[in-house]
């Protein structure tokens, strides 16, 4: 009898081990994701970056992240008086298009245009054009040209917005003596395909500025941020409307933009179920990493803004949701300094697990994402906002490399 207890015994505390093992590991993977994002019951999580490559996010090693494979052009390159900038890229009418803001000297000064620039496939580019005038009084035969004052305009890009069977280029005009001028409005251009050229169109919202161009709520109604020209004291918004005209918009304020952080160049997307929105935000205040906020209700309120743990240069960034379901961020990780330009994706938009190398090397900053058929065009602002550029990179690429940082 002993011999056939003994067995019965052994088995009984195989399962019992077997059940307390399964039950802690089930305990440890609640632990690891207690404080995952949800925008309904935990839009306070920090986590926006994680994984096993993952130690501290201020340590990364970005020369042996993962190089992921590209094509590279310049499509202007102004050096070394000028200055080119706030790069944004669409795809219409079978042709890329490009858009930036091209000044004299330092970034935003007295009689800076809009100029754009087109392609067959996103890297031989056609010669620079004006999009936007010289602003009134402001163009070289200015006494204020190349200064920083509030006697002299100049515009900045905002990118390509096509509305109701229009395709519109979005561009402020304010005094350039700081950011912003009292006079800040955001105005659109309108494509005649007849004549070749951009016509204006029309005030979009006065006091404002946007960030990136509209995009559609899942209600169908257009979205997009807004800074005042004294958003520094009051905060960002966004703005919702244009359902029947592109001047008709309702402002929301997203508020801790400017108490919990010094919010700067505000981007959003929708996620996954396609009724909530999450929003994240630069940080003025040097903290090194990107901030985020959710809204449940279309915009209309948003939850205090957090720090993540996503590492940020303090830098302008973008990215978007590819066709086949996943996110991609483009950003200067780096805390440090505007150098590289890396690329991490997400299978929900809110935690990021995967990171790769762009481009580096050199001061880069300011990306614009676009994909069309089956790549990404990556724009940029390079070597101290001298030159646009862009990057072609084939989605599929980004799975043959993995992405998985070992």
């Known amino acids: 009898m002993r011999n056939l207890k003994s067995p019965i015994k052994w088995y009984s505390t195989a399962i019992f081990l077997l059940f307390t093992v399964t039950l802690l590991c089930f305990s440890c993977k609640e632990d690891k994701t207690e ?22 996010p201020h340590k990364i090693d970005f020369v042996k992240l993962p190089k992921i494979p590209l094509e590279h052009k310049v499509v202007s390159d102004v050096t070394p008086d000028g200055v080119n900038q706030h790069n944004y890229l669409a795809y219409y009418d079978n042709r890329y298009w490009i ?5 004299p000297g330092v970034e935003d000064r007295v009689g800076q245009v809009v100029k754009f620039a ?3 496939d996103g890297l031989e580019w056609e010669k620079p054009k004006f999009l936007t005038p010289y602003p009134e009084g402001s163009g070289p035969e200015s006494p204020h040209y190349n200064t920083r004052t509030d006697q002299g305009l100049r515009w900045i890009s905002r990118g390509f917005w096509e509305y109701q069977g229009d395709f519109l280029a979005l561009a402020s005009l304010d005094e350039a003596k700081g950011f912003f001028g009292p006079s800040l409005n955001l105005h659109a251009f309108k494509w005649n395909k007849d004549s070749e050229s951009w016509e204006y169109h ?24 807004r800074r005042s020209f004294d958003y520094v004291e009051r905060g960002v918004d966004f703005m919702v409307g244009a359902k029947d005209r592109f001047d008709q918009w309702e ?18 997307w929708i996620l996954p179920d396609h009724k909530n929105l999450m929003a994240l935000f630069r940080d003025n205040r040097k903290s090194g990493f990107l901030y985020r906020s959710f ?22 960034f973008h990215g978007l949701r590819l066709q086949d379901g996943r996110y991609v961020l483009v950003s200067n990780s780096n805390y440090k300094k505007r150098d590289p ?3 991490a994706i997400s299978d929900d938009g809110m935690v990021f697990t995967k990171m790769g190398y762009l481009v580096g090397g050199r001061h880069i900053d300011y990306p614009h994402v676009l994909e069309h058929n089956g790549y990404l065009l990556i724009a940029f602002a390079g070597d101290a906002k001298q030159k646009i550029e862009v990057v072609k990179v084939k989605i599929s690429d980004l799975d043959k490399i993995g992405l998985n940082n070992k």
């Open 35 to 56: 404080d995952y994002p949800n925008p309904v019951s935990n839009p306070q999580s920090q986590l926006m970056l994680q994984g096993d490559w993952l130690q501290d």
């Open 99 to 103: 858009m930036w803001s091209d000044g």
């Open 118 to 120: 087109t392609s067959k």
């Open 202 to 225: 029309g005030i979009v919202m006065e006091n404002a500025i946007n960030n990136f161009p509209p995009k559609k709520l899942p209600n169908g109604e257009w979205f997009m941020s």
């Open 251 to 268: 402002v929301y304020p997203v508020f801790g933009t400017s108490t919990h952080l010094e919010a700067e160049e505000p981007y959003w």
């Open 295 to 316: 809204s449940t209700d279309n915009g209309r309120t948003w939850s205090a803004p957090v720090q993540t743990n996503f590492p940020d240069a303090r830098s302008k």
């Open 341 to 343: 330009l890396t690329l």
